[in-house]
């Protein structure tokens, strides 16, 4: 319940901006980030101000080069979310905070079951892949999650928005196999109904239907999950459509705005 005791434990007052990290916060991604290479010219700026420019640009939605003069220059921070994104270093950093995050929740680090979907989401003038999906009649692209059973994400994958859902759902199993290999039952909605799912892995898929006699909007056991992760991550304003150029950095945002989001829950409950 959203009451004063609440939030005070979310506030956010005392920071420069809302999006930067606190000290506790830092305290848990900085052991998770690349070190600074021994040899060659030392870096002027460190990591912590670097990731406060990237959750900054996440979290408002500016362009890269509106970021304030307090943080550092702009073509800086862009060359360095390019050095996480084309490292796949979002996606490592959202892996062990997710393992980090369910030991402190009692579970075991690797989940065992996983829910799927996807969301459409439009595009902008900034070019690169798109498709139109003709069911929610949306020109862009689809954003494909597997989450734990706690919501948390596990894989994300962007497509066009034109790729089918039962297609789409074959590759984001297939990668997850590499990173949670334990991963034994998928729970999934009609649309991944289907023998091309069913046989791309060893993992079962649980079709969870839609009531017989529904009527308007119901919330369905275990598929609500996905659809709260999906809602979590549209808060931040760089989501509310898709403005990157390329597919890989709208994948980099996506795994950033999950961290984000564990990052604060770990700090938070330390």
């Not at 498709?131 to 706690?150: L, P, Q």
């Not at 990052?263 to 330390?270: C, P, Q, S």
Request: proline share 5%; aromatic share 10%; with cysteine.
């Amino acid at each position: 319940m959203w009451n004063p005791t609440a939030r005070a434990l979310h506030s956010r007052a005392g920071l420069r901006y809302g999006s930067d990290l606190t000290d506790a916060e830092w305290a848990i991604v900085a052991p998770l980030l690349p070190r600074p290479c021994d040899r060659g010219r030392r870096r002027r700026w460190h990591w912590r101000e670097v990731l406060d420019a990237i959750f900054y640009v996440l979290r408002t939605g500016c362009p890269w080069r509106f970021l304030p003069d307090s943080f550092p220059p702009w073509r800086t921070v862009y060359r360095w979310f390019g050095e996480l994104r084309d490292s796949d270093g979002f996606e490592g950093l959202n892996h062990h905070l997710v393992q980090m995050d369910r030991i402190r929740a009692g579970r075991e680090p690797m989940p065992s079951a996983a829910v799927i979907d996807s969301q459409s989401v439009k595009t902008t003038e900034a070019g690169g892949v798109r498709g139109y999906d003709a069911g929610k009649k949306i020109n862009g692209r689809k954003r494909h999650a597997m989450v734990d059973t706690d919501g948390r994400t596990l894989e994300l994958l962007v497509h066009p928005a034109d790729l089918q859902d039962r297609d789409g759902a074959v590759p984001l199993l297939k990668m997850s196999r590499g990173r949670h290999p334990f991963v034994n039952l998928v729970y999934a909605d009609s649309a991944y109904s289907s023998a091309r799912v069913a046989m791309a892995t060893s993992i079962g898929i649980e079709i969870v239907r839609k009531f017989a006699d529904q009527t308007g909007f119901v919330v369905h056991p275990r598929r609500w999950v996905v659809e709260r992760t999906f809602a979590w991550l549209n808060r931040n304003r760089r989501l509310a459509k898709d403005f990157e150029q390329s597919i890989r950095s709208a994948t980099a945002f996506l795994y950033a705005a999950s961290a984000m989001m564990i990052i604060r829950r770990l700090a938070r409950y330390a």
